[in-house]
């Protein structure tokens, strides 16, 4: 079956530093793969995704790229703000879209 | 649009006692979701249904039903409270069309936290 397998946290950093949150996956077929954000008291939210291998999603300043050899969507950010501390979530899709698989989430805090 | 909206917000029942979690959107999605989210676990799939009269079983359904009579409306029923149902309950809606169905965006509602006491 499908799993995803991410860093756990909670990882805490100061503002401006670099961030990567490491995911890896197991699935059948040729999923699609997604970075999902819960901030504080919300629902989730999609953050960035990509459907096939190499593809390079981005959205805010934040990227991830799928690599089909090492099974990995990992997470980066050049430089976090305060206002990037949320949940972060890894997921995958495969076939029917509506069998999201998540990761356990990573809980970031960005310091001043 | 309001996207997808749940109610209630927050919810405290008794063991034993039942009650139905509602969830609505309001854009036109065949695919509809129920999803828990514990500490530590992630989020686990419910049930979920791909359009109005089709509904199944995700990964933890039981002590849960859903129906779909509508496009609109997906509601979650506990039949009979358990302290192993606190959790933190979203619904999700998504397009269901074209030939890579399973890139599309799952949009959430902004939960139910619900508490069995």
């Known amino acids: 079956g499908n799993s995803v397998t991410q860093m756990e946290g909670p990882v805490t950093l100061s503002e401006e530093a670099f961030l990567t949150i490491n995911c890896t996956y197991t699935?059948?077929?040729?999923?699609?793969l997604f970075w999902y954000v819960q901030y504080p008291g919300e629902g989730l939210q999609l953050l960035l995704k990509?459907?096939?291998?190499?593809d390079k999603g981005s959205n805010k300043g934040f990227e991830a790229t799928y690599r089909k050899e090492t099974t990995s969507f990992h997470l980066e950010k050049g430089s976090v703000q305060v206002s990037d501390s949320a949940v972060y979530f890894c997921?995958?899709?495969?076939?029917?879209?509506?069998?999201?698989?998540f990761g356990k989430g990573t809980l970031l805090t960005v310091n001043p | 649009n309001a996207g997808v909206t749940q109610t209630p917000k927050f919810q405290v029942l008794k063991t034993g006692q039942s009650m139905t979690l509602q969830c609505a959107q309001d854009?036109?999605?065949?695919?509809m979701s129920w999803y828990r989210q514990d500490p530590g676990m992630g989020l686990r799939l419910i049930h979920y249904?791909?359009?109005?009269?089709?509904?199944d079983q995700g990964e933890v359904p039981n002590g849960y039903n859903v129906s779909r009579s509508t496009t609109e409306d997906f509601p979650l029923r506990l039949l009979s409270a358990a302290p192993s149902q606190t959790s933190v309950y979203f619904c999700?809606?998504?397009?269901?069309?074209?030939?890579?169905?399973?890139?599309?965006?799952?949009?959430f509602g902004p939960g139910t936290r619900l508490t069995v006491t």
């Open positions: 999700a809606s998504s397009l269901r069309s074209g030939r890579w169905e399973s890139s599309y965006e799952q949009y």
């Open positions: 854009m036109n999605h065949e695919y």
């Open positions: 699935a059948t077929g040729y999923p699609s």
């Open positions: 997921a995958l899709s495969s076939g029917s879209n509506y069998k999201l698989t």
């Open positions: 249904s791909v359009g109005a009269g089709i509904t």
């Open positions: 990509a459907t096939k291998a190499d």
